[in-house]
Nanobody, 121 residues
Framework: VQLQASGGGLVQAGGSLRLSCAAS????????TGWFRQAPGKERELVAA????????AYADSVKGRFTISRDNAKNTVYLQMNSLKPEDTAVYYC???????????????WGQGTEVTVSS
């Protein structure tokens, strides 16, 4: 599956952004999808993941209560709503997808290009 991430930008601390990850095929609705981020000089980290239904969602501790992952299967799109942004959220954000079991293995096999998020203090 091909993925297209969008929605990044420059925002002040405390602000919000919504990232979108659009997929090229309808089967995307049965994939696990994740959002990752990589800040300069740091390793890539998983921010949030959602299985085929909203009943299975996971977040990194650093974003719990601030970020919300959701999906619109009719649009083949997964979103990441980011609220109360902090300068430490500055990174390139990537979406990734894989079969359902990816939710447990975290071995995503399809990746989109990154979208850059910069949070100013």
């Amino acid at each position: 599956v091909q993925l297209q991430a969008s929605g990044g930008g420059l925002v002040q601390a405390g602000g919000s952004l919504r990232l979108s990850c659009a997929a090229s095929e309808r089967a995307f609705s049965s994939y696990t999808t994740g959002w990752f981020r990589q800040a300069p000089g740091k390793e890539r980290e998983l921010v949030a993941a959602i299985k085929d239904t909203v009943s299975s969602i996971a977040y990194a501790d650093s974003v719990k209560g601030r970020f919300t992952i959701s999906r619109d299967n009719a649009k083949n799109t997964v979103y990441l709503q980011m609220n109360s942004l902090k300068p430490e959220d500055t990174a390139v954000y990537y979406c990734a997808a894989g079969p359902l079991e990816t939710y447990y293995s975290l071995t995503f096999n399809s990746w989109g290009q990154g979208t850059e998020v910069t949070v100013s203090s």
